[in-house]
Nanobody, 116 residues
Framework: QVQLVESGGGLVQPGGSLRLSCAAS????????VSWYRQAPGKEREAVAD????????SYADSIKGRFTISRDNNKNTVYLQMNSLKPEDTAVYYC?????????WGQGTQVTVSS
């Protein structure tokens, strides 16, 4: 059974940090590129970070560049999103997406709330 399970979300104060995890099972994770997306209330889902299947290539949305870092450990079938200097506008549900050619899988999401 294919699964992507996000974890690590929560409530954090502005300027704080969180590390999200996306754990994969049921498919050959090391073949898949992975992206983190987020969706704030009333807004469209947006891509925030992407990492290639081998982890050698990453890209980021301008809104989070320099604050967030995506990484992966293919031995653990897990992708991470380290989020630093969090702002209230980072509040959203964060999803991971794994894709390989025509195949794509989504997790259920994890809530991140940045508020004092």
């Amino acid at each position: 059974q294919v699964q992507l399970v996000e974890s690590g979300g929560g409530l954090v104060q502005p300027g704080g940090s969180l590390r999200l995890s996306c754990a994969a099972s049921g498919f050959t994770f090391s073949n898949y590129a992975v992206s983190w997306y987020r969706q704030a209330p009333g807004k469209e889902r947006e891509a925030v970070a992407d990492i290639s299947s081998d982890g050698d290539s990453t890209s980021y949305a301008d809104s989070i560049k320099g604050r967030f870092t995506i990484s992966r450990d293919n031995n653990k079938n897990t992708v991470y999103l380290q989020m630093n200097s969090l702002k209230p506008e980072d509040t959203a549900v964060y999803y991971c997406n794994a894709r390989y050619y025509y195949k794509a899988y989504w997790g259920q999401g994890t809530q991140v709330t940045v508020s004092s």
